[in-house]
């Protein structure tokens, strides 16, 4: 089982629908929790942060985070076609080196 | 006002070459981190800084070497290089504590990198 786990995709969603991306992880320990988004041929960019339990709301992007699930997702309200791209979860391993596990990766479509 | 700076942005080497990639941050961030990623397979880290002096083993270490030469560079080496090491190179910088209150990662332009 891979530590952080994403379905690849394609999500295909309309101009205006909500957009929702789905991460679980397995270390029970994980404290923190991000959203990168990267478009194709960039580097990924930060877009969402949650460390506690329930719902972290930033604009039009919502995070959710179910730590007795070990489930972390993201809602994107009125979607764009510029919200397509790549969505990488990334969790924060245990211990204090800091480093973040990343999953594979969710390819969203935002169709006009 | 750069972030992380990574070079080459490109480079083609040929099997067996050696090379180093060069990474600088210049926002005085304790931990730097070098990642690979690859097609559907996410990102996946090879050497890691928590702090000056400091570098510890990812998960995918093997083919590479790393130099924290000071607080502000990290670079990557790779000694004899193959075809598997075919990748876009990400480094990044954060502040360790930084993780906790939601900073996260700050990444640097990305290296693509062809070994024939």
């Known amino acids: 089982q891979k530590e952080v786990e994403q379905n690849s995709g394609p999500l295909s969603v309309p101009e205006g629908a909500i957009a929702s991306l789905n991460c679980t992880y397995s270390d029970r320990v994980s404290q923190s929790f991000f959203w990168y988004r990267q478009y194709s041929g960039k580097s990924p960019e930060l877009i969402m942060s949650i460390y506690s339990n329930g719902d972290k709301e930033d604009g039009r992007f919502t995070a959710q985070l179910n730590k007795a699930s070990q489930y972390v997702s993201l809602l994107i309200r009125d979607s764009q076609p510029s919200d397509s791209a790549t969505y990488l979860c990334a969790v924060r391993g245990s211990g204090n080196t800091g480093k973040l596990i990343f999953g594979q990766g969710t390819t969203l479509q935002v169709k006009p | 006002n750069a972030g992380v700076t990574q070079t080459p942005k490109f480079q083609v080497l040929k099997t067996g070459q050696s090379m180093t990639l060069q990474c600088a941050q210049d926002m005085n961030h304790n931990s730097m981190y070098w990642y690979r990623q690859d097609p559907g397979m996410g990102l996946r880290l090879i050497y890691y800084?928590?702090?000056?002096?400091?570098?510890d083993k990812g998960e995918v270490p093997n083919g590479y070497n790393v130099s924290r030469l000071n607080k502000r560079e990290f670079s990557l080496r790779l000694e004899s290089a193959a075809p598997s090491q075919t990748s876009v190179y990400f480094c990044a910088s954060s502040e360790i504590w930084a993780e906790t209150f939601g900073y996260g990662y700050t990444f640097g332009s990305g290296t693509r990198l062809t070994v024939v």
């Open positions: 800084s928590a702090s000056e002096g400091t570098t």
